[in-house]
């Protein structure tokens, strides 16, 4: 059991004037065994922060605490891979020429079984976790569907025993056929071995179905943070009112938000390079200073600052305010 933390954590990409932080003073929670789902839209920061928990992107500021300890500076300790990562491309994240029984003993730590025969078990009890037969041992990726492949990717990430594992779109590269199935798969590895998870996905029926609490991302920034019925139920923060309302509801169920399709306001895009000061969502906001002036504390104030004092810990100094109808009779 172990909690995942990332206290003040910033991640700066480039330098001089093309110098932006793509993860901006996050701080946020992975409780033990359970599931964070973090939505945010494309270039919002996930996978950079994803990245910044497993070593993978250097930290400008902040750290990244595993049950209080500080990630980048723990010995590593061979039997026991305490954190590890899961991306979106199975195709990419696997050695094409390795058999997957290779791919899988390649991960188990080294010195925590030493003899060759111990390891194959161990291969063999990895891919039956996973739902793949021994025989998967002695293929090679390109003989695996998408789904099989992620599996094993799975398989590589509980190699170390985690404690807690980060998931960066794992589904999103599969058919959707398949998606359900994967879905089903983590989520019940997760429960049965009380993994705690770092979920990320720009599907919202997805995050909803795995995961224990929801954290929105914007521009590098947590927005909005909570447990996921009441964020879903009763969102606090404008912009996970936009997301929600501009994911359609197919046969009553599934929200999906295209990542590219722009569709969240009609305003610009935010540019990375030059976040707004103030709340950095205000030039897209319904109901900030665009659309009521006087709200001049939106261009100067953070909203992070009192954050977590707010329900669902909301980075918005006019939380859960809904804008007034636009076609409302004067
Ligand atoms: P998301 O996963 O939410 O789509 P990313 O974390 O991939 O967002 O990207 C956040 C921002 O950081 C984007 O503006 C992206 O262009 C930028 N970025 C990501 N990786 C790099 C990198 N290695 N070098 C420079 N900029 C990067
Ligand atoms: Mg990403």
Redesign the pocket.
Known sequence: MSELRFEDVTVR??TGRRAMN?VDAVNLTVPSGQVVGLV?E???????LARAAVGLAPLAAGRVLLDGKDMNRRRQRPAHRPLHMVFQDPYASLDPRMRVGDSVAEAIPRGSLTGTAERRKEVVRLLDLVGLDAHHALARPAELSGGQRQRVALARALAGRPAVIVADEITSALDVSIQGTVLNLVRDLQRRMRLGMLFISHNLAVVRYVSDVIAV?YLGRIVECGPVQQVLADPQHPYTRELLAAAPQRDGYAWDFAQDDGAVTEAEPPD?HHAPPGCRFHPRCPVGPLVNPERTACLTRDPSAGAADRVHTTACHFAAERPAPSDAPA
């Open positions: 990409y480039g793509a945010g494309s270039g919002s920061g996930k996978s950079t991302m990375p």
